[in-house]
């Protein structure tokens, strides 16, 4: 048995979401690739979290490389050779498979799962997706010292998702439909950046000036609101922009390139093309989106293969995680608030 999940894509509401604006995030057609019947050979942070939380038994044999390299293959799920982080939610990913893994294998009503989701004409988990959402959750927050927990929520509910972070830190989750006519293409640069490392600086901001850091990232969060409510590419870009603006400043006065060097001389290309040029997630490297009405032109993407940023493919939008079944295509669950 495997079983495998997806990464995930940050399209919009990048560190707002930590103060209650609303995140777009979507499951990309990367995936970990787990198999509970191999022993481990790496244990990460937040798998041995959920170990020490009791919500998992054991660790499990994992493939990350596809959410790990900028590398293309045949198949969307075959194993590729490892050079560089993407910042495709690797760590949540992992996690989510081993927890989905161990379920799947401990599960002792399998056979009849599968009889009853034959005769409804779709494959049924063998796990419970709210329970799975969130013991990963708790566990990845755990071994981070917090975080939103979007990057989870794609992994185990796939598809294109709107999330809030309440005042208890609760994330409600909620399937999202983006404009009609929205063209998406991911970029990954040479330079790799620590998530808690970017987020750490942000925060000593807020405590050296609290009304600057208030400022900006209330400017990120209008953004981020006009974006969960655009109806079209246009507004959509606009308010992408808003947020690049904002959160521009916001690593300025940090000190975290959360927009680096290579997005500041590219984005007046993207923008006469009608498009934004954002960071994906906390920014710093990593991967970067091109948001507009049509993909870039030729003429973009040499620019960005000669400013380090190299395109990846991939489709938005994937299964949450699920038993990889070559009979048949796996079916991403409905997702309700949580």
Do not use: N
């Not at 777009?24 to 979290?49: I, S, W």
């Not at 081993?98 to 009849?112: D, E, G, N, P």
């Not at 989701?117 to 799975?132: F, H, K, N, S, T």
């Amino acid at each position: 048995m495997i079983v495998r999940a997806p990464g995930k894509l940050v399209l919009s509401g990048a560190y707002a979401v930590l103060e209650g604006a609303p995140a777009l995030v979507a499951a990309v057609d990367r995936y970990v690739l787990a198999d509970p019947a191999r022993p481990a050979d790496l244990v990460t942070d937040e798998v041995q979290a959920a170990i020490d939380a009791g919500a998992l038994d054991r660790a499990v044999w994992f493939d990350a490389s596809a959410l790990r390299s900028a590398a293309s293959s045949a198949a969307a799920d075959a194993p590729i050779a490892a050079s560089r982080k993407l910042g495709l939610g690797s760590s949540a990913a992992i996690l989510v498979a081993t927890l989905a893994a161990r379920a799947a294998a401990a599960a002792t009503t399998m056979a009849t799962a599968a009889a009853a989701a034959a005769e409804v004409g779709q494959p049924m988990p063998a796990w419970d997706a709210r329970a799975l959402f969130l013991d990963a959750l708790a566990a990845h927050r755990r071994a981070q010292g917090g975080g939103s927990g979007v990057d989870v929520a794609a992994s185990v509910h796939g598809g294109v998702l709107c999330c809030r972070l309440g005042p208890g830190g609760e994330l409600a989750v909620a399937p999202h439909a983006l404009p009609g006519r929205l063209a998406i293409e991911v970029f990954a640069s040479d330079a790799a950046a620590r998530t808690s490392d970017m987020l750490e600086r942000v925060r000593a901001l807020a405590a050296r000036d609290p009304a600057a850091h208030r400022a900006l990232l209330g400017a990120a969060a209008e953004g981020a609101a006009a974006a969960a409510l655009a109806e079209d590419a246009g507004a959509f870009v606009a308010a992408l922009d808003r947020q690049v603006d904002a959160l521009g400043e916001l690593g300025d006065r940090a000190g975290a390139p959360i927009v680096t060097a290579a997005l500041r001389r590219l984005r007046p290309a993207a923008a006469a093309e009608g498009a934004a040029l954002a960071p994906s997630g906390a920014g710093g490297g990593d991967v970067s989106i091109f948001v507009g009405a049509a993909p870039p032109s030729a003429a973009f993407l040499q620019a960005a293969r000669a400013a380090g940023l190299d395109r990846v493919p991939m489709s938005l939008g994937a299964p949450g995680v699920h038993v990889l079944d070559a009979a048949r295509p796996p079916h991403a669950p409905r997702v309700s608030p949580i």
